[in-house]
Every structure is written in structure tokens, then in C-alpha cells.
């Protein structure tokens, strides 16, 4: 399954200027997305599995590394841990 | 008319770049020995025209409209898009229009309908190869982008007719020119996914193997085995176009490596030109 607006929030976080509007005000950028609540909260919490049913892996991927998040610990959240 | 200048493969793992200060000091020796060799048999092969088929890491197309495959027109690419890659050398890279053209024309002329660009960046799935490679002349690049990345893809056998058909428009093409191919990806790594990390040794080794075997087995092989080895693996489809237009014939390994610090099966071939 894909969620169209996740995946195009993701696509549109490669871009630097959208990566540090996000990093200053996340809200704001995010309400530019049709995401449902399920997935807000997801965002909010990291929910890296509950993303992943959602979108392309490598757009998954490229969205924790903007975040700034270690590969190790997005692995971990991937498998649940 | 133009002739067929050898068919090259090389992995391209954004972590060669962005973690190679991570990477061990025999690996690096071996990677950058690997890189080298393969531009000593480019430039031994001199080609005035490369067509590099790469998969799209989501620089150029999106969920709107994400081609089968793609190929590039213009007279010029961008470089790659990534802030990781600002070292490339090189924000502009120039195309081959008229040879493009053709292979489109010969493209659509035999049944298949690939989607033109006459604008394309090249992401590091074209580019960390040729940098690495440290080639003085990059030929004209011809783009050939072809989806590993989002299913569905195209089929396996498919991606050797492309390859069958590529070397065909060259064989075709009017003007006298040496045109040679390198594919870019594989071979076996996972990214994003619950696997992340995964190389699976056993199964890039035969897949090696079996290049310098039947086709057949080799489709069999990896439609089989590729399910469960990592979306990445998925790139080898660049692997089959290079053996398709190298009409399965001339496969020669320059070296493999499983580097875990870059999470790839690092793999770099060669077909001679025949």
C-alpha cells in the first residue's frame, strides 16, 4: 500500500530548503500533506513499521536519515525494537 | 556505422561515498583497486558514447509517474542531486542527443515503449561509478533509467531484450562512433527495510557465476532467489541489460566484495566487446 501524501512528504524532504523548513517548524510543513491523524501520530513517535506498510523503503529510509536519525537505531525501530 | 565498445557493471552504494571514512583499510584498497581497473578497461575500450543505465533513487521521478524505463534525450544531464555528492566533478554532463534518438526510435520501433526525458539528473547511482572510475574524458552519457526501486519492475528476461535491442541500435546507428554500456547497482543489500545490513554472500557468488552460464538458469536463478535477497538486489536488472547488449557472451569478474560498512555486495564486471 502506499499513502500518497506520506510518500510525497518524504520525496519532498530531499530537497534541502524543505528538509530545514521541516527541522524549524515540523507542524507547519506537515500541514501541507493530507496525512491522516494515524499517520501524524506515527511521525511523532517515529513508528518506523507502521510507516513502513505506508511507503516506498527507500523513501522511508531517506526520510530518518534527514531526521538525522543513526541507521542503527532506524533498523532497530524497523524491527520493532 | 557505430560499433560496440564492451559492456561494464559496477555496485554504487551511496555509503561509498558517505561512509568511506568508515570502511576498512584493505576494503578501501580493494574498492578503489576495483573502481580502477574498470576505468583501465573503460578507457582501453574508448568510448565515445556510454549508455548508463542506472536505477532512479527518486530524483527525478515520483508516485505521479514512475517509468518502467526511462531514456534520456537531452543534449546534457544534471549532475547529481544529492548534497552528499556537491564533490562530484561535474553539475552538467553532456548527452548524446542523436544516438539517444535513435535508440528511442529503435526502441519504439520494436514493440517496447520506454518513457523519454530530455532532462534527467543523474543521482549517484550513474555518477559515484564514473567519479570513481577517475576517468580524464567522461564520454557523452546516454541515461537509461530503469525502475529497481518501486514495483512492480520490469520482468528479468525483459531487461536482457533491452539490452539485445541497445546493442542492436548501436550496430544500426549511421554515425562512426564506438558506443559501450555500463550498468550500475546490485548486487545483493537492503535499504529501508527490516533487513538494512544484509549482504547475501552465497547469492551474489552464484549470481557471478552464473553470468558466464546460460541466460536461462541465470533468469531461473535470480527469480527465484531475488524475493528474498534484499530490495536492493533488484538492481542486477541494470546487470542483464550490459549481458543482453554483450549478447551473453564475454563476462569477465573484476572483483567482489561484501563490504558491511557500505551495506552492499560490492560487485564490478566487465564483457568484452565482441
Given at each position: ?71 542503527a537505531e532506524f533498523v532497530q525501530r524497523l524491527r520493532g525494537? | ?164 535491442l541497445v546493442r542492436k541500435a548501436i550496430e544500426t546507428y ?101
Open positions: 500500500m502506499r499513502d500518497y501524501w506520506l510518500s510525497k512528504l518524504f520525496f519532498d524532504l530531499q530537497s534541502p530548503k524543505v528538509a530545514a523548513e521541516f527541522r524549524a517548524d515540523r507542524d507547519s510543513v506537515l500541514d501541507r500533506y493530507s496525512l491522516s491523524p494515524e499517520v501524524r501520530k506515527a511521525l511523532a513517535e517515529n513508528d518506523a513499521p507502521f510507516l513502513a506498510q505506508r511507503t516506498n523503503a527507500y523513501l522511508l529510509r531517506y526520510y530518518f536519515f534527514t531526521i538525522g536519525m543513526k541507521d525494537g | 556505422m557505430a560499433s560496440f565498445a564492451g559492456a561494464f557493471a559496477s555496485s554504487h552504494g551511496p555509503l561509498l561515498v558517505r561512509e568511506w571514512e568508515s570502511v576498512p583499510a584493505q576494503q578501501k584498497e580493494r574498492l578503489t583497486g576495483a573502481f580502477r581497473e574498470l576505468g583501465k578497461r573503460m578507457r582501453a575500450a574508448a568510448p565515445d558514447v556510454l549508455v548508463v543505465v542506472s536505477p532512479d533513487h527518486w530524483s527525478n521521478f515520483f508516485l505521479d509517474n514512475y517509468p518502467a524505463v526511462c531514456i534520456g534525450v537531452g543534449a546534457m544531464s544534471e549532475g547529481p542531486p544529492e548534497a552528499w555528492m556537491k564533490a562530484f566533478p561535474g553539475r552538467e554532463l553532456a548527452g548524446h542527443a542523436d544516438f539517444a534518438s535513435h535508440l528511442l526510435n529503435e526502441s519504439l520501433k520494436a514493440g517496447f515503449e520506454p518513457a523519454m526525458s530530455h532532462r534527467l539528473k543523474l543521482d549517484h547511482g550513474s555518477c559515484i561509478p564514473l567519479w570513481r572510475m577517475e576517468l580524464e574524458r567522461v564520454p557523452a552519457l546516454v541515461p537509461m533509467l530503469v525502475n529497481s526501486i518501486e514495483p512492480p519492475m520490469p520482468s528479468l528476461s525483459r531487461c536482457v531484450e533491452w539490452g539485445r549511421p554515425g562512426n562512433l564506438r558506443i559501450g554500456i555500463l550498468a550500475t547497482g546490485g548486487l545483493s543489500h537492503s535499504i529501508g527495510e527490516p533487513t538494512m545490513g544484509a549482504i547475501h554472500e552465497e547469492f551474489d557468488r552464484e549470481t557471478i557465476r552464473l553470468f558466464s552460464g546460460s541466460e536461462r538458469a541465470l533468469i531461473e536463478y535470480l527469480s527465484e532467489e531475488l524475493p528474498s535477497r534484499g530490495n536492493g538486489s533488484e538492481e542486477v536488472r541494470n546487470w542483464l541489460v550490459a549481458h543482453g547488449a554483450a549478447l551473453g557472451r564475454g563476462f569477465e569478474l573484476v572483483d567482489y566484495l561484501p563490504v558491511p560498512a557500505v551495506i552492499v555486495g560490492c560487485g564490478f564486471a566487465a564483457w568484452r566487446a565482441q
